[in-house]
């Protein structure tokens, strides 16, 4: 299984080849960066991808992130959940990372 996790000692993610990260742009949603980077990790048609309300509420996260930015002084949260059998990762600094299946 392929695993993302944060080095300890700088907090900054640690990844296989496998995982898909993207950064936000400043107009960008939160939620919107998960389905878009989970479509690349799966090679799925973003329409095809089942609603992200089905796991998470998207609003929710949006406004956990943008309530926990960097410009607010604190870019190290981060909100961590599954979705296309994908595990996503959040961070209010901007970062989407998701880790693609693992195919066995």
């Known amino acids: 299984m392929n695993r993302h996790n944060l ?11 496998s995982a898909v990260t993207r950064m936000r742009g400043p107009d960008e949603e939160p939620s919107w960066s998960v389905i878009e980077a989970v479509a690349e990790a799966t090679g799925t048609d973003l329409a095809r991808l ?34 296309e059998g994908c595990a996503v990762s959040v961070y209010a ?12």
């Open 7 to 17: 080095d300890r000692a700088s907090d900054e993610p640690v990844t296989d080849s």
């Open 50 to 83: 089942r609603p992200l309300y089905d796991v998470i509420d998207p609003d929710a996260l949006d406004a956990i992130c943008d309530s926990a930015g960097p410009e607010r002084g604190s870019s190290n949260a981060c909100v961590a959940f599954r979705f």
């Open 93 to 104: 600094d901007g970062r989407t990372v998701v880790s693609r299946p693992s195919v066995e």
